[in-house]
């Protein structure tokens, strides 16, 4: 058997520090703001508060509610992570992602890339003396936050220039860098008020950004902490991730508020916080981005690659990770364990002293002579071959180390959930318009051809015949789709069936002595590939061209369930539309999603590179039934497959699944998919079965 090599978490599942330590911060000092306001005039006030810094003073007014044991808990489920400006945690088995990508999405701030961010060639001016003299602050250093308090009680005579400068410089001690009241920041970054537009065209997210991440990576979350920084940027990442969490505890804002920071009140003083969050089945895990923008670039790129030690000058250039485990640390994979007679299993009993260790080196992407494009493309198809595109790039300078700038769970920055954000992608699937011009047409086609009229969802051709509706739409708008997830439908509905027909022969093979050569299902490969159906080949592979599945399931010989196949996260997510019912009981949920949740993993391991089959595991995918009061359920009998193309639309579009799905309209429903299948694909029926792209395995369905 191959295990698979996951991410270690920073604490062993079950032994996380316990959140009844607060975590305390410096953002938004209670004194501040208000001493800001009364030293500056109405409409010096007004600018700052309209200024792309203003959306601190706009956050001020919120009253933001502060999560401490919120925010505990989403540290606490960090796993290991050697990139120093990122941090991954594990909400159930769902990796999320808290990047420059998200604090900029979360704060709306200037987080571009500068060369010289730290400005070392800011040199003293005149005026720059004159007003630190001003502000009463030593010449050498920036003015801290208890200082600028100070100034405000003094400036009613400073002109408006001045009065401008003292605000912003209020912003950049009290919310950018938020550090204790007393401490002098930043001096060559505050010196940068003299020039009062280029100040707020800096980036400043990113200084914050750096600021806060790294304030969280040295923290011990046992011990009473304060955290510099805008910490409440994680409090509103972790409501960012949990859509359905933040819409019950965060009190959202209407109307879409943007950005995210001002779109929550927050809240305080609640109860099972963690039972709540793990809860949410909907994960939102980063923020989309186009390929070339996919990783932020950091002031030093750290490049690592994982190799042997074989030279005492490579060895000398290691570094500790930037995320060390903790005392209390879980040594194992993910709670999997490599089988006693594997070759994982064998290095991993090998002595500390001989085993691999991480090298690192500095590499500054605007001098080196890395292609980060082509990293970044070739990182998306296969990790190694990234690595050796900057193995070539870096003998080249004769460099000793190459890799890609690539975290453990790199792959996961493509979402593993739907936002479900209420935002329409391309169009809405309940929309009545234009319905009743296609249905005449349906209408009439009928009366002329008698022999098709067929206007239900009766027999496994119509359901696929809409799924086909939707890969056509896929394929000509992707756009209207969550596009960054890469999904897949898998039209032919009695694959799963015969999946499950074959999984007894699966079971009886005898495997090798590694796990592999058990007999999967014919034309297996040919579905993984993409070859197969032949009326709609996608020629994408599973699991590289395609991050998951959609399809249905047909379970107690007379109900159909959706399910939602995540490469990703390894699991399968079951839409019942009969859940609060239990018109199949959890037993026969799990006898049917036995036989796809063990032989997909086996399909990916077996038909994987021999280069790439590290990562891929025999070990079976996890499956959960979302619970019937969280998605629409079908009461009178006899639509769970409308329930069920519907859920699945409605996923793949990014819509939560609306009130509109019901009972009361189903027949407006059924008439609405009738007419766009007529209008869209062109069915018109057929006479004879067409057994194109069909073997004698099929005919089992």
């Known amino acids: 058997m191959v295990a698979s090599e996951f991410p270690r978490r920073l604490y062993t599942k079950g032994g996380e520090p316990a959140p009844d330590k607060s975590i305390g911060y410096y953002a938004d000092n209670y004194r501040l703001v208000p001493a800001l306001k009364s030293a500056l005039q109405e409409d010096e006030w007004e600018e700052i508060y309209e200024s792309p810094l203003g959306v601190f003073l706009k956050f001020h007014d919120l009253d933001f509610g502060w999560a401490s044991r919120l925010v505990h808990h989403m540290l606490t489920f960090q796993i290991v992570c050697k990139q120093r400006y990122e941090i991954w945690s594990l909400i159930g088995t769902t990796p999320v992602w808290f990047s420059l990508h998200e604090f900029e999405e979360i704060t709306g701030l200037n987080c571009g890339y500068v060369d010289d961010l730290a400005v070392t060639d800011l040199e003293l001016s005149d005026d720059m003396h004159a007003f630190w003299e001003l502000m009463g602050v030593d010449v050498e250093s920036g003015p801290s936050t208890i200082e600028i308090i100070e100034a405000c009680s003094n400036c009613s005579s400073w002109s408006w220039d001045d009065r401008l400068r003292l605000g912003y410089l209020g912003i950049y001690a009290g919310f950018i860098l938020a550090t204790r009241p007393g401490l002098s920041t930043n001096v060559n970054h505050a010196r940068l008020v003299m020039d009062l537009e280029g100040f707020k065209e800096f980036p400043w997210g990113r200084i914050a950004f750096h600021h806060l991440i790294k304030s969280v990576k040295e923290k011990d979350l046992s011990k009473n902490i304060y955290i510099e920084g805008f910490v409440q940027a994680l409090q509103v990442w972790v409501y960012y991730a949990l859509p359905d969490f933040a819409a019950e505890f965060g009190e959202p804002l209407p109307n879409d508020i943007s950005p995210l920071m001002l779109a929550y009140k927050g809240s305080r003083g609640r109860k099972n916080v963690k039972a709540n969050m793990l809860k949410h089945a909907r994960i939102q895990c980063c923020v989309a981005k186009d390929l070339a923008d996919m990783f932020p670039i950091c002031i030093g790129v750290v490049i690592c690659i994982f190799m042997p030690v074989c030279d005492n000058k490579l060895q000398s250039n290691s570094v500790k990770d930037d995320a060390p485990m903790k005392d209390n640390v879980n040594v194992s994979a993910c709670e999997s364990v490599n089988a006693p007679g594997d070759a994982k299993g064998k290095k991993a009993a090998m002595k500390e002293e001989e085993a691999p260790e991480p090298s690192f080196c500095e590499i500054d992407p605007k001098t080196c002579d890395v292609d980060f494009d082509a990293v970044a493309l070739a990182k998306n198809a296969k990790a190694r071959a990234a690595a050796q595109i900057v193995a070539r790039a870096m003998n080249a300078r004769n460099q000793q180390l190459a890799a890609t700038q690539k975290s453990p769970t790199a792959k996961a920055i493509i979402p593993t959930s739907a936002s479900h954000s209420g935002r ?65 439908l898998l039209p032919q509905l009695h694959v799963c069936t015969i999946w499950r027909h074959d999984y007894n022969d699966f079971q009886k093979c005898e495997p090798n002595a590694d796990g592999s050569g058990k007999l999967l299902p014919p034309r297996a490969y040919s579905y993984y590939t993409g070859e197969l159906p032949i009326y709609c080949q996608t020629k994408k592979t599973w699991a590289y061209d395609v991050d998951y599945l959609y399809s249905m399931l047909h379970i107690t010989e007379d109900h159909w369930v959706a399910i939602w196949v995540s490469f990703v996260s390894r699991h399968i997510t079951i839409w019942d539309s009969h859940a609060g019912a239990k018109h199949a009981s959890d037993a026969q949920i799990d006898e049917a999603m036995e036989p796809l949740a063990v032989m997909i993993p086996y399909l990916l391991q077996t038909c994987a590179p021999d280069d790439d089959k590290w990562r891929f595991s025999y070990t079976p995918f996890t499956h959960s039934r979302v619970p019937g009061e969280e998605i629409p359920q079908n009461i009178q009998s006899g639509d769970c497959g409308v329930y069920c193309l519907k859920y699945i639309e409605c996923h793949a579009l990014d819509l939560p699944f609306p009130k509109e799905l019901c009972d009361k309209n189903i027949q407006k429903i059924r008439e609405k998919m009738a007419a766009e299948i007529f209008d869209e694909i062109s069915a018109r029926g057929h006479d004879e079965l067409d057994a194109t792209g069909m073997d004698v395995y099929d005919r089992k369905a």
């Open 424 to 488: 329409v992608h391309g169009y809405d699937p309940f929309d009545q318009t234009g319905v009743k011009a296609k249905h005449t047409t349906l209408m009439n086609f009928l009366k002329a051809n008698p022999l098709h009229s067929c206007l239900i969802f009766i027999n496994v051709q119509h359901m696929e015949a809409y799924i086909n509706v939707q890969r056509l739409r896929l394929s000509k708008h992707p756009e209207w789709f969550v596009v960054c997830i890469r999904p897949d």
